[in-house]
């Protein structure tokens, strides 16, 4: 499957001022259609700049319920945890009602925090929007490849990730899909290869979830893109 819908932006800080934009649309438009805004967030760095541009929104926080893709085996309060990212650089920052923000308890360990995570996410489903990130691997979330999981499950442990740290929790590939729209957001000429790769269609656990999730659109700079 070919790449799905793109913008392509000249810089990764033109992606995050366009990543906020499109995520507050979204918000929007589901909380005038339901009442409610369900977000799955991304980890690693490249979405940190757009949730700064969303610290300073305004928009009915009250009706938004912020849960995440993946989180990393750590500590609440390590700094390489993708909760304190967020909360550091925008949850804290704005009124969304502690109850409505469901960070992983990964500091359980992979099982337990999967299964536990797992009957929140039972909860958020369908997802308005979910937020997806793309290692220089072609993953996603804490999906990597060749690590498949059988049978499919909502929220999978993960033992033997090859990006530190290796324990780690992440959304399975249908529930990564169960949006009614889904933003990639990939900068930089580090993520060139894999792009190039999902243009060639090879098995990349970003294409997989593409390939079956709903309104996908990919966010990227020229960088990343392959364009001087
Ligand atoms: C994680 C992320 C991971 C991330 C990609 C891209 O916990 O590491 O969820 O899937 O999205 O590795 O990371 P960068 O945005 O830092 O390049």
């Given at each position: 499957m070919p790449l799905p819908e793109q913008q392509i932006f000249p810089c990764a800080d033109d992606v995050a001022g366009a990543a906020a934009d499109f995520i507050l649309e979204q918000a929007n438009k589901s909380i005038a259609a339901r009442g409610r805004f369900h977000l799955v967030l991304a980890g690693g760095r490249t979405p940190e700049a757009a949730y700064r541009h969303l610290a300073e929104a305004h928009t009915d926080w009250d009706a938004w319920y912020v849960a995440f893709g993946d989180e990393r085996c750590l500590p609440p309060d390590d700094p390489e945890r993708n909760s304190r990212m967020a909360a550091e650089v925008w949850l804290d920052q704005v009124p969304i009602p502690a109850a409505n923000r469901f960070a992983i308890p990964a500091e359980l360990g992979p099982e337990k925090?999967?299964?536990?995570?797992?009957?929140?996410i039972e909860t958020l489903l369908p997802f308005d929007l979910v937020l997806l990130g793309m290692g220089e691997d072609g993953h996603t979330a804490s999906l990597f490849p060749g690590h498949g999981f059988e049978p499919e499950?909502?929220?999978v442990g993960v033992h033997d990730a090859p990006k530190p740290p290796p324990e780690r929790i992440s959304l399975d590939y249908r529930t990564l899909a169960e949006g009614h729209c889904t933003l990639v957001l990939v900068t930089g000429e580090g993520k060139r290869a894999a792009i190039q790769q999902w243009r060639e269609d090879q098995p990349l656990p970003i294409a997989r979830v593409a390939t079956i999730a709903s309104n996908v659109l990919l966010m990227a700079d020229k960088a990343a893109i392959g364009e001087s």
């Open positions: 925090g999967a299964k536990a995570y797992a009957k929140t499950q909502l929220v």
